[in-house]
């Protein structure tokens, strides 16, 4: 039973937008802090921003000023507004709690910026 699930991502050229979606099982978003975290091809998966359960967010220093998390805790939904995306933004994205739990990685979703 899949806990999260991701969508929202696509292609867009640099300087665009995209806003990003994960629902998650009632358990896990109620629990937890969440977070997103990317993966470009070849690196490892890194976490890019993070939202406490009360709302206190938290940004990797290159999507600051660009990216913004929120959380709907009635729709247990995580977002990720990404905004003037660069081509090295291009990487999977997956949401999880932070930290991670590795049973709770979902298929992820991809971004793609074109220069």
């Known amino acids: 039973q899949a806990q999260l699930v991701e969508s929202g991502g696509g292609r867009v050229q640099a300087g665009g937008s995209l806003r990003l979606s994960c629902a998650a099982s009632n358990y896990v978003f109620q629990n937890n802090a969440m977070g997103w975290y990317w993966q470009a091809p070849g690196k490892q998966r890194v976490l890019v921003a993070s939202?406490?359960?009360?709302?206190?967010?938290k940004y990797a220093d290159s999507v600051k000023g660009r990216f913004t998390i929120s959380r709907d805790n009635a729709r247990n939904t995580v977002y990720l507004q990404m905004n003037n995306l660069e081509p090295e933004d291009a990487a999977v994205y997956y949401c999880?709690?932070?930290?991670?739990?590795?049973?709770?990685w979902g298929q992820g979703t991809q971004v793609t910026v074109s220069s």
């Open positions: 939202i406490t359960r009360g709302g206190d967010t």
């Open positions: 999880n709690t932070v930290p991670s739990v590795r049973n709770y």
